[in-house]
């Protein structure tokens, strides 16, 4: 044989060991099988998707039971997201952990840097927003956190530059403007809008500041009045003054005082945004200023009390006194309603075939609730408008609420309008109790 041929020979055995060796191992017949793991579902901001606390515990686990099988940044950002929203008693230590171990992930920078979000001075908090924006551009998440610190730092120029951000980037949905952009087409001159969280807010800043849609509309955040830092910035930019700033903290701890106590109970809104509403309602009572609670405003004591004294305008609520009939403001907001409302992001694809759970899509349901609460009003003081706002409300919103909301819209509408157009239409779907 020749050496040629030996050197073949034995190149193929080597091959065909390597091949007995390798291939159990592929097909697991030695050693333990690699078991299959499903990725859970990314987390995003709640901006986006909306679950129960429920379903972020769940969430939780399933990227922590990720994290432990194939560790990685990306995995341990998705479960410090979902750990936040699932109120994770251990939160703060593993998000420090996680900080640790991956010093540059612009995720775990961005959640270290709200832990303490809205506190006073927060200049450590916003390097670390400003960080993750540097080190990814296209995160959008802190670009919304920036806005609050430019805000309280009264860095006006970095506030439009951030908020000119978020828009250009696209990442506030199209029916969540329009929803701002409708209530503020709600608005007499000069109004201060009471909003609740950030998809109330930040379309309604966007659009005052940098689209000069409204400019004269004051968007005063509910959820940052329990703040040190936001009366006094709602003073110096929106000539909106509560009380001096020592009688403001004089305020402050005795409300705390007497949550501390137990002669008050920790109202839902946080600890001293009703009282401040209440005073900044009498101020602009006195100023004669109108102010309006958007229809997304939680509902509290304070609150139900002043919506009950107020007029209801379907996505707004009035609050403060006017000498206007109720009748002529019905029927302007229904002609608004009818002729100015955008509805670009209502037909949109997007927004038709996204999941319940988002954000967008619960937002929508507004529009069927806030007709809900006026329509015995517009029946009985404007009800040569019953047919528009009815047509509205199925062109672009019926479909995009869930069932419940949709049944019992449909059947308060059925009930009570003698619109003939409305009274075929709830015949044959068999509506009419």
């Known amino acids: 044989m020749t050496f040629y041929l030996r050197r073949c020979m034995m190149r193929s055995m080597s091959i065909t060991l390597l091949l007995l060796l390798v291939l159990p191992l592929l097909a697991g017949g030695?050693?333990?099988?690699?078991?299959?793991?499903?990725?859970p579902e990314k987390i995003v901001s709640m901006r986006e998707v909306v679950y129960d606390k429920e379903t972020y515990v769940k969430l939780a686990a399933l990227w922590k039971t990720y994290n432990d099988r194939l560790p990685s940044e990306d995995s341990y950002a998705n479960w410090m997201y979902a750990a936040r929203y699932a109120q994770d008693p251990d939160y703060e230590s593993l998000l420090k952990s996680g900080r640790e171990r991956y010093p540059a992930n612009?995720?775990?920078m961005y959640l270290a840097a709200m832990?303490?979000?809205?506190?006073?001075?927060?200049?450590?908090?916003?390097?670390?927003?400003?960080?993750?924006?540097?080190?990814?551009?296209?995160?959008?998440?802190?670009?919304?956190?920036?806005?609050?610190?430019?805000?309280?730092?009264?860095?006006?120029?970095?506030?439009?530059?951030?908020?000119?951000?978020?828009?250009?980037?696209?990442?506030?949905?199209?029916?969540?403007?329009?929803?701002?952009?409708?209530?503020?087409?709600?608005?007499?001159?000069?109004?201060?809008?009471?909003?609740?969280?950030?998809?109330?807010?930040?379309?309604?800043?966007?659009?005052t500041r940098i689209v000069k849609y409204r400019p004269d509309v004051t968007i005063?955040?509910?959820?940052l009045l329990n703040t040190d830092w936001y009366p006094d910035c709602l003073s110096q930019t929106n000539s909106i003054t509560l009380m001096s700033s020592g009688k403001l903290d004089t305020l402050r701890a005795q409300i705390l005082s007497a949550i501390k106590e137990g002669k008050k109970e920790m109202p839902s809104g946080g600890p001293f945004s009703d009282t401040l509403i209440a005073l900044l309602i009498g101020v602009a009572e006195r100023e004669g200023r109108p102010v309006y609670f958007a229809h997304t405003v939680a509902s509290t004591e304070t609150i139900d009390r002043f919506r009950s004294n107020g007029r209801s305008l379907g996505l707004v609520t009035?609050?403060?006194?006017?000498?206007?009939?109720?009748?002529?403001?019905?029927?302007?907001?229904?002609?608004?309603?009818?002729?100015?409302?955008?509805?670009?992001?209502?037909?949109?694809?997007?927004?038709?075939y996204a999941p319940i759970a988002s954000a967008g899509r619960q937002l929508v349901a507004n529009y069927a609730v806030g007709q809900y609460v006026i329509l015995e009003a517009i029946v009985q003081q404007a009800p040569e408008y019953q047919q528009d706002l009815f047509g509205w409300y199925v062109k672009y919103v019926r479909e995009l609420i869930s069932g419940k909301y949709a049944e019992g819209v449909d059947k308060a509408w059925c009930r009570a309008s003698d619109v003939k157009e409305i009274r075929d239409w709830c015949r044959k779907r068999s509506t009419i109790e």
């Open 106 to 108: 612009p995720v775990l």
């Open 318 to 352: 009035l609050v403060t006194h006017s000498s206007e009939p109720y009748s002529v403001q019905l029927r302007r907001m229904a002609k608004t309603w009818k002729e100015e409302f955008r509805t670009s992001g209502l037909k949109s694809w997007r927004v038709k």
């Open 115 to 207: 832990v303490h979000h809205g506190k006073t001075n927060g200049l450590e908090n916003q390097h670390l927003l400003e960080r993750a924006t540097r080190l990814e551009p296209s995160y959008m998440d802190p670009w919304f956190s920036l806005v609050v610190h430019h805000m309280e730092r009264r860095e006006n120029e970095k506030l439009d530059i951030a908020l000119r951000r978020l828009l250009e980037a696209g990442v506030v949905q199209d029916e969540v403007m329009d929803l701002s952009y409708n209530m503020m087409a709600l608005l007499d001159k000069n109004a201060i809008l009471i909003t609740n969280g950030d998809n109330d807010t930040y379309p309604g800043w966007i659009l």
């Open 220 to 223: 005063v955040n509910r959820s």
């Open 30 to 39: 030695c050693g333990e099988r690699i078991e299959e793991i499903e990725r």
